[in-house]
């Protein structure tokens, strides 16, 4: 069955970074696009970053365009998320999901906790 995992959450100071590692299983991950999302208290869940099934194209959410850098290795079926110069208003539940289709449907990933906070 489809898994997504992430790993990489902490807490960190504001200015810091953290790598989020999402490990995949189950379906031809070279074959999808993969994306992050997260989700703050009392707020709805939000796209952070994009990234096609080669790696060739890259999309962000404007907050955090030019300081988080997503990235995939199809050899171990792994999407990244680097995260650098963090802000408090970072702080969420991070999320890797991959939609597959009306065929095959969407998977999300458990969730990661990152806290920005000094």
């Known amino acids: 069955q489809v898994q997504l995992v992430e790993s990489g959450g902490g807490l960190v100071q504001p200015g810091g970074s953290l790598r989020l590692s999402c490990a995949a299983s189950?379906?031809?991950?070279?074959?999808?696009?993969m994306r992050w999302y997260r989700q703050a208290p009392g707020k709805e869940r939000e796209l952070v970053a994009r990234?096609?099934?080669?790696?060739?194209?890259?999309n962000y959410k404007d907050s955090v365009n030019g300081r988080f850098t997503i990235s995939r290795d199809n050899a171990k079926n792994t999407v990244y998320l680097q995260m650098n110069s963090l802000k408090p208003e970072d702080t969420a539940v991070y999320y890797c999901?991959?939609?597959?289709?009306?065929?095959?449907?969407?998977?999300w990933g458990q969730g990661t906790q990152v806290t920005v906070s000094s």
């Open positions: 999901y991959v939609d597959r289709g009306s065929a095959y449907g969407q998977y």
């Open positions: 189950g379906f031809a991950f070279s074959s999808y696009p």
């Open positions: 990234i096609t099934s080669t790696g060739g194209s890259t």
